[in-house]
């Protein structure tokens, strides 16, 4: 079984600052890994995906991430954060042939003037 | 042109209660789901159909009961409402195993 751990429940920023959102998984298979946002009062929109290839993702918004499968991580990066980014994040992941994406439990970003 | 849609987006109802939601997509995905997102933000899945037959159900109580009358609605019927079912209800659709699109969701809310 898959499971999804977000590092931070937390993570306030000023401005223009550099992000990194922490997401660790566990699969015995191999794995699709993504990263959505939920903007409040809103559903969920993808911000980018792996699925295999390059283990740099550039997804939307400047967002990115690292698929490292030695440590088992897919951290969520931006390097100047916007007032707009204020959300929750969710990393998600899908083994193998599974249907279903399990995710972490959201890490909310502030970003403060 | 909405991809995900879902109705209503409010629900406020007494305990007891039996009501649906409603769950469209035009995006010609084979795969639907329902999600539910509790108090604290987490998100859990609850059913999956795949083509109108269901392929995913997640250890959800007996009163929740979704129907698919085709690939593109997929809706959820629950019957004798309680306090704990108050939550964010998430519909999505998906091309086989590709990116889940969401829909707005339905707050429902047990009174």
């Known amino acids: 079984a898959q499971s999804v751990t977000q590092l931070d429940s937390q993570v306030p920023v000023f401005e223009e600052a550099p992000v990194e959102l922490r997401c660790n998984y566990s699969s015995s298979v191999s794995v699709y890994l993504f990263w959505y946002v939920q903007y409040p009062n809103q559903g969920l929109q993808l911000l980018l995906k792996y699925l295999s290839g390059s283990t740099l993702v550039k997804g939307i918004n400047g967002f990115e991430a690292e698929f490292n499968k030695s440590q088992t991580s897919f951290h969520l990066r931006k390097p100047s954060v916007h007032i707009s980014d204020t959300a929750e994040y969710f990393c998600?992941?899908?083994?193998?042939?599974?249907?279903?994406?399990?995710f972490g439990q959201g890490t909310r970003l502030t970003i403060n003037p | 042109d909405t991809a995900v849609s879902q109705t209503p987006k409010y629900l406020v109802t007494q305990m007891g209660n039996d009501k649906s939601i409603k769950c469209e997509q035009n995006l010609g995905h084979d795969t639907m789901y329902w999600y539910k997102q509790d108090s604290k933000k987490f998100l859990k899945i609850m059913f999956s159909?795949?083509?109108?037959?269901?392929?995913i159900n997640e250890t959800v109580p007996n009163r929740f009961s979704p129907k698919s009358p085709d690939k593109a609605h997929l809706n959820l019927h629950i019957n004798s409402l309680e306090l704990g079912d108050s939550a964010v209800y998430f519909c999505?659709?998906?091309?086989?195993?590709?990116?889940?699109?969401f829909g707005p969701g339905t707050r429902l809310t047990v009174t």
């Open positions: 159909y795949n083509n109108k037959e269901l392929i």
């Open positions: 998600a992941v899908r083994g193998g042939g599974a249907q279903k994406l399990v």
């Open positions: 999505a659709s998906s091309q086989e195993t590709g990116s889940p699109y």
